[in-house]
């Protein structure tokens, strides 16, 4: 079995375009000690109660569990402790029999696991060029199918047949 990671915002649930939104109405700077100190004191109860699941992700996961074929892990990077706090505590309302592993804002998703030929599916695509860079396999998650160099999904149980 493979091991599979899947991002949280922006592939789950569409809290990242929420947190934006709010980031532009409060007219934060975009420069990344701007965003990371907006991110660390953002509401995120408010954030991922505004926020929706994208295209049935809890379902798409407890299939992609059931088939057999992954070790299935929600990896998500995090400014604060109560944004892992909540980010867990919503996965656990739909899915019981996941790893979820939060990671600091400041380290790469690819600093914090094992990544020797495993899965990573994220929105960003920088997150996948360090994966791949450290031999891992990428794949793009985006609604608009725009890869950028990358396999690309807009729904996750498509990684049953890919894989």
Known sequence: MKDLYIDFDGVIYNS???SYKIAEEEHVNKDYESYYQFFKNLDWCGVLEKSEEINNAFNCIKKIIDSKKFNVFILTHVVSLKEAELKVELVRKHIKNVTIIPVPKRLSKAEMVRIKDAILVDDYPEN?????????IGVRFDL???????????KLDELIEMF
């Open 16 to 18: 990242i375009d929420v």
């Open 128 to 136: 996948l060029r360090e994966w791949q860079k450290a031999g891992g």
């Open 144 to 154: 608009d199918m725009d890869g950028k160099g990358f396999p690309v999904i807009d």
